[in-house]
């Protein structure tokens, strides 16, 4: 049987909140890792089988993975491989920042089924860097960049651009320099969520508006690079692209584990709590349903959200999956946000830029 599934693990420990993030993470709580693990075990044995579910792609997303020991590493390995079939995975990424990256962890992961890394890099500029609160400063991303580069792994770099001071030869100078060992870029444009400590200084139409040169200056950079934009966010070379992501844009089946994480299955949406403590009571008392978010997608509501993943796309919507109400929000915006062919409508570099208000007048259908 082919592998459909895919699964997600939320590691919830960074080292410290960096000055923008609105993810679910802890700091200073390392001390909870094997509780976590043990929690998360229990989650996992929910969807053990005795035909264990193949897994199509695993992704390990946080917070922090790296900030995992080897041998907590191990058990999270452990895990996996007891509750799921990765007889015909193809693809598995880990997330990792560059301060607490290690050539042990790198072996590591090369000797145990992943094929990708996920660094954070976010900037090679160190002014740019200590504004957002990061760790690392330029030389330790490099050297963190060239470690994955010289190893068996697919190196993925994330960037954010419209951080406060920054210019575009900042900019491009990061872009320049991350391609020499990347094999994939993602491009965030630096949005703040009012929880987050650079919400007090700065607001974010401000930032959406300086935002767009930058993006433009992705989008005309990178493919010359043969970076090819697969997706609103992301840029990668032939066949780099993330499988992981892809499952996500096309409604396919994803279990999600730990907390705050959401899995995708039977169209319905089902999210863990935000809290590590709960998270660990939930899993000691055998997640009690009523304790867990569900959230079930009428036929049109998917409808929806799948046109709208995937014009977030390079490959657009099939003409023949258009629905007919979308259809009409397309004909009535400019033509030069689309590319139209027989088979299908995808947006245009200009497009991409404006993805938001598209967007906007797609969601209220
Ligand atoms: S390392 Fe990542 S998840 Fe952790 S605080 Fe910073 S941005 Fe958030």
Request: with cysteine; glycine share 4%; proline share 4%.
């Amino acid at each position: 049987m082919a592998a459909k599934t895919s699964l997600y693990i939320h590691v919830p420990f960074c080292e410290r909140k960096c000055f923008y993030c609105s993810f679910y993470s802890v700091s200073g709580r390392e001390d909870y890792i094997d509780s976590w693990l043990e929690a998360l075990e229990l989650e996992a044995a929910r969807y053990h089988c005795e035909n264990k579910i193949p897994l199509k792609t695993l992704y390990v997303g946080g917070g922090t993975p790296s900030v995992l020991n080897i041998s907590q590493w191990q058990k999270l390995i452990n895990i996996i491989t007891k509750n799921f079939n990765l007889d015909n995975l193809q693809e598995a990424t880990t997330e990792a920042n560059p301060n607490s990256l290690t050539p042990e962890l790198v072996s590591f992961l090369e000797s145990n089924f992943f094929t990708r890394l996920s660094l954070g890099v976010q900037s090679l500029n160190d002014s740019e860097l200590k504004t957002l609160g990061r760790l690392h400063d330029s030389k330790l991303a490099i050297k963190a960049m060239e470690l994955v580069r010289d190893s068996n792994l697919t190196l993925s770099c994330d960037l954010i651009f419209a951080i406060p001071g920054q210019t575009l030869r900042t900019w491009a100078a990061s872009i320049k320099k991350v391609i020499e060992s990347a094999e994939h870029v993602s491009t965030y444009q630096l949005t703040l969520e009012p929880e987050t400590l650079l919400a007090r200084d700065y607001d974010n139409q401000a930032l959406n508006e300086a935002g767009y040169k930058f993006y433009r200056y992705a989008q005309y950079y990178l493919p010359r690079k043969n970076f090819i934009q697969y997706e609103i966010s992301n840029f990668a070379l032939e066949h780099k692209e993330c499988l992981h992501n892809i499952a996500y844009w096309t409604h396919d089946e994803v279990i999600a584990l730990g907390p705050s994480a959401v899995s995708y299955i039977n169209h319905e949406r089902i999210k863990n709590p935000s809290s590590l403590d709960e998270y660990i009571y939930l899993a000691k008392n055998n997640f009690p349903d009523e304790l867990l978010t569900r959230e079930r997608l009428t036929p049109h509501e998917r409808a929806i959200e799948l046109a709208i993943l995937k014009l977030r796309t390079k490959w657009g919507i099939k003409r023949v999956d258009l629905l007919p109400e979308v259809e009409q929000v397309i004909s009535r915006l400019p033509e030069d946000l689309f590319i139209f062919t027989p088979e299908r409508v995808a947006l245009s570099k200009r497009g991409m830029r404006l993805g938001n208000s598209i967007w906007s007048e797609i969601i209220d259908l």
